[in-house]
């Protein structure tokens, strides 16, 4: 009975131990929230690619914004073994306790030295194991050690188009970098095969075409899989390759969680409708619109965008009332064209979706709000709850009047024409 329970606390211990590393080691954090140390160690540019590659002795984990960065790993070897010269002197400091340790080690071809890191986390909780009369105490978390190359070009003046490779191993202890040392074959094979499986496409414009990839190059089938093979009657070639290699066609945050993969499509032609409410000279009327719009896709760090151009008619309804008593319906119809590109940013303390500009030109005149040759410029807002927020500049009698408007977008609808 105290056996099992002693199984279930350090299975549930791992676990949450599993979740808690998954954290620390995070590539990426908002550049907001750095401190100067953090500057100094992370990048903030996004990578295109990014790999994780099983080890016998570890994982490895490569962040690169172009996959010919690989040919930069070639001497990687080097690096780790003045790594592990470099940290000899830090060894009794960083052994005591048994929590887990993270090292950040910058090299850079502009400094003739070399910046290391050390973050320490304390274990939530010492685990201990009662075994043949004596205790021994387990360490449960892991190390995580990350390789930064800075300043790849080799120039000495640092320049806008330089950018970082970073290579992150996690590992049982830190001082396995000789066993991850004795596996250099291993790892430049997979620099290899990860370079050649990029398709042409992928190479010529990662930034809309990112991918990541999970290789397990030692992958052996287990009893359990071999019950899988038989009833789904897989051979154990198909089967080993499947479980071998496995690309995402997307950017992974990281390696367990959401397996959602898509290919960003190049571009779409949609057809949408929005209602709401404009404000004109010191009336409140119902909006409604409807057009067509292209969408041609990018991404902008880890997130899905797109930038748009569009054309649409407007029309803002105004009610007056009648002798008898009834009301009358005056529709003033604008044609409009409008650019502008949808993402996720905050701007002045709001979260914002997306941003466009546009004009307007009045087709079909209805009552006395306006007169003559009328046009109009706004701008539209998109808030993260769907809202567009649309400021207006109205020029009207044959420009001899200007007066600003504002529109607020509340629902709309989109239905996608083609999909390329």
């Known amino acids: ?79 780790l073994i003045q790594f592990r010269k470099d940290i000899a002197f830090y060894k009794d400091s960083l052994e005591n306790g048994m929590g887990n340790v993270r090292i950040d080690y910058l090299v850079s071809s502009s400094k003739e030295y070399r910046e290391i890191r050390f973050k320490k986390y304390n274990p939530e909780g010492d685990i201990y194991v009662r075994r043949h009369g004596e205790t021994e105490r387990l360490k449960l978390d892991q190390d995580t050690i990350r390789i930064i190359i800075k300043n790849i070009t080799g120039s000495a003046k640092p320049t806008y188009w330089m950018y970082p490779i970073q290579v992150t191993f996690l590992v049982n202890n830190y001082t396995d970098i000789d066993k991850i040392l004795a596996e250099k074959a291993t790892w430049q094979h997979a620099f290899d095969t990860l370079t050649a499986v990029r398709t042409p496409k992928e190479i010529k414009n990662p930034y809309r075409f990112p991918s990541s990839c999970i290789y397990k190059p030692y992958f ?61 000279r010191n009336t409140l009327s119902p909006d409604g619109e409807f057009g067509i719009t292209y969408i041609n896709y990018y991404r902008r760090g880890e997130s899905r965008s797109y930038e748009f151009n569009t054309l649409f008619a407007s029309s803002n309804f105004f009610f007056d009332k009648m002798a008898d008593g009834g009301y009358s319906v005056s529709d003033n119809w604008f044609l409009n064209i409008e650019s502008g590109s949808s993402y996720d940013e905050e701007m002045l303390g709001v979260k914002i979706r997306g941003f466009s500009v546009g004009a307007g030109y009045l087709v079909r005149e209805n009552g006395n709000y306006f007169k003559g040759t009328t046009m109009k410029v706004f701008a539209s807002v998109r808030l993260m709850s769907g809202l567009r927020i649309c400021p207006e500049l109205i020029a009207t009698n044959n420009f001899k009047q200007i007066f600003p408007g504002l529109t607020f977008k509340i629902f709309g609808v989109k239905r996608e024409l083609n999909n390329n």
Do not use: C
């Not at 052996?220 to 290699?245: A, Q």
């Open 1 to 79: 009975m105290r056996r099992s329970i002693l199984l279930v606390v350090l299975a549930i211990s791992m676990i949450g131990k599993s979740f808690a590393q998954t954290e620390q080691t995070e590539l990426y954090r908002k550049v907001a929230n750095w401190s100067t140390t953090d500057k100094t160690f992370n990048s903030t540019i996004i990578p295109n690619f990014r790999d994780f590659v099983y080890l016998k002795n570890g994982k490895m984990i490569t962040d690169l914004v172009n996959i010919g960065d690989y040919k930069y790993l070639e001497k990687l070897d080097s690096i």
């Open 220 to 280: 052996i089938p287990s009893s359990l899989d071999s019950v899988y093979m038989l009833r789904t009657h897989n051979t154990y070639e198909k089967y080993k390759s499947r479980m071998h290699f496995v690309k995402f066609n997307e950017i992974l945050k990281k390696e367990f969680g959401q397996f959602r993969s898509f290919e960003l499509p190049t571009h779409h032609v949609a057809a949408y409708g929005n209602i709401g409410a404009g404000l004109v």
